[in-house]
């Protein structure tokens, strides 16, 4: 069984967010797949999905603040600079940390940790909404 | 063919490991694939999965000094700390590595590059034994 | 359906490089997908695949300039150094963007962002050819 279908995220703030409810709302066919998986590709390259803690939200304040001095605006080396001083780090932190998930499906569940969660990093100051396509695939 | 499996690994001490044969070892499956598929997702957020050299040891022991340089523990900025300093660091690695490894089988085998192995970051001091969701998937 | 097959890309310089249409000419099935995807793994741990701007190429200099920043060679606390000064950054940078992707395949025709291409990151001096399992599946 295979199902595709464009997930839409509404506009985030600059920073990461926890996503898991919002993408698997927009699935009801999840729980058809009794054993599968779920890819998601975010079609932008300032944003990134990635997965880490669901817990504690200081985790994704301190995910924030790490990018922001990994890879800083306004560089003197820089040349992509016509979009804004927040563009070019934000390509580069969408390349650090990915922008595509494939996760398996049990049960009609996505099978994640107790502690995970999926993680969109906004990295614009404002990125608008953003774009997942996701492909289900399994035994029904 | 659909097939999934939790694959429990050993505790490891912190730093890089070679997992490849741990990991194939408990899924004798593998060699009912003709052509397919092996998704691995790595169900915690202190630790990581990654392809890199299996050869050469010292790659794997320069990957934990590099990193531990790229994200140092005891940052006055972090904000998740009660964990241990070692936590918010892990959390780290873990989002700039990844958790989650999509390969292909061939004739029954992993279809690696010649230097290529699957890499635990154990980036916990004490991480304990870490679970993999193995999906295997393809024609029989 | 399942189909796979080894991609060989022309040696490239050191340095990040749009490979879409370089992938997707050699893999003329890719049309016979009605929903699906397309896995990738690149064989190598010296050189990474990832997705990133397909069109401002001043985007792909400055992934350079930041790569070879956040991760420098030469450094004193290397270990693995008998393969030259460019060998274990690119192991790192290799580590750090990921080899693998899997990308959703919608009537035929991958389904990317309007601004996302396939980037390879070729990370060594002199890397040569190099080589990519793909792997399409799908509902031909």
């Known amino acids: ?7 839409q995220l509404t ?7 926890l996503v898991t409810d919002e993408i698997v709302h927009q699935l009801p066919s999840l729980n058809q797949i009794k054993t599968g998986q779920l890819s998601l590709l975010l079609q932008h390259t300032s944003a990134s999905l990635s997965l880490n803690e669901n817990a504690d939200p200081t985790v994704r ?12 605006e306004n560089h003197p080396d820089y040349q992509h600079t016509f979009e ?8 580069i932190k969408s390349a650090l940390l990915g922008v595509q998930l494939t996760l398996p499906v049990s049960n009609g569940q996505l099978a994640l940790g107790t502690w995970q969660g999926i993680v969109l990093g906004e990295h614009r100051n404002r990125g608008g909404s953003r774009r997942i ?3 289900l695939m399994g035994d029904g």
Chains 1, 2, 3 share one sequence.
């Not at 304040?61 to 990018?67: N, Q, R």
């Not at 804004?84 to 390509?91: F, I, S, Y």
């Open 1 to 7: 069984m295979w199902f595709q279908k464009t997930v």
């Open 11 to 17: 506009p985030k703030s600059r920073g990461f967010h």
């Open 61 to 72: 304040t301190d995910l924030e603040t790490v990018f922001n001095k990994l890879v800083p």
């Open 84 to 91: 804004g001083p927040d563009d070019l780090p934000a390509h």
């Open 133 to 135: 396509v996701a492909t």
